[in-house]
């Protein structure tokens, strides 16, 4: 026999799961101050960044991946209506259902869902744009501005966190 210690009692024994960490490295380039090597973006954070480069991006300009990115620069010069807000909606939700595998638009399941599974800065208001429970990709257009407001409801795959995203998107002129 090799050695083995088994104990007897069974309630010795504890199963845990350990969540996914994602890291991705910051675009920007700029030295840590604590490490001075470059800055490491983790779990949310990595997947907000790389959520919003999809939508910056246009196809073919990510280097030997000429697929990953989406055409929503185009319509920022369109006027900022429903019909527009519309096609931005569907542009950013192909790009990241199709780029990005970290995110899910799917609600999690009734039985996996718990009150500290959701991460959400504000609660329910009067004319907001969607419910607190939809996932989703919702676009407000800023007519005085000429820009959108894009709010990104996304799960974590394989989680039951819900994390929202916010972001003003203008024409450069």
Same mark, same amino acid.
């Given at each position: 026999?090799?050695?083995?210690?088994?104990?007897?009692?069974?309630?010795?024994?504890?199963?845990?799961?350990?969540?996914?960490?994602?890291?991705?490295?910051? +675009?920007?380039?700029? @030295?840590?101050?604590? =490490?001075?090597?470059?800055?490491?973006?983790?779990?949310? %954070? &990595? $997947?907000?960044?790389?959520?919003?480069?999809?939508?910056?991006?246009?196809?073919?300009?990510?280097?030997?991946?000429?697929?990953?990115?989406?055409?929503?620069?185009?319509? +920022?010069?369109?006027? @900022?209506?429903?019909? =527009?807000?519309?096609?931005?909606?569907?542009?950013?939700? %192909? &790009? $990241?259902?199709?780029?990005?595998?970290?995110?899910?638009?799917?609600?999690?399941?009734?039985?996996?869902?718990?009150?500290?599974?959701?991460?959400?800065?504000?609660?329910?208001?009067?004319?907001?744009?969607?419910?607190?429970?939809?996932?989703?990709?919702?676009?407000?257009?800023?007519?005085?501005?000429?820009?959108?407001?894009?709010?990104?409801?996304?799960?974590?795959?394989?989680?039951?966190?819900?994390?929202?995203?916010?972001?003003?998107?203008?024409?450069?002129?």
């Amino acid at each position: 026999m090799l050695g083995y210690h088994v104990p007897r009692d069974d309630s010795t024994f504890q199963l845990s799961k350990k969540d996914k960490t994602y890291i991705d490295l910051s +675009l920007a380039f700029v @030295p840590s101050a604590i =490490t001075n090597d470059l800055t490491v973006l983790v779990d949310i %954070r &990595a $997947i907000n960044n790389a959520i919003k480069n999809i939508i910056m991006f246009m196809p073919g300009e990510v280097p030997f991946n000429r697929n990953i990115g989406s055409v929503v620069n185009s319509y +920022l010069f369109d006027m @900022p209506d429903e019909a =527009t807000a519309s096609g931005i909606s569907d542009e950013i939700r %192909r &790009a $990241i259902l199709f780029c990005e595998p970290r995110v899910s638009f799917r609600p999690p399941n009734p039985e996996e869902l718990t009150g500290a599974a959701y991460m959400n800065d504000s609660p329910r208001v009067a004319g907001e744009l969607f419910n607190q429970d939809d996932l989703g990709v919702f676009v407000n257009p800023l007519i005085e501005s000429g820009g959108f407001e894009v709010t990104v409801k996304y799960r974590i795959t394989g989680t039951n966190q819900i994390v929202r995203v916010q972001e003003i998107l203008t024409p450069t002129r």
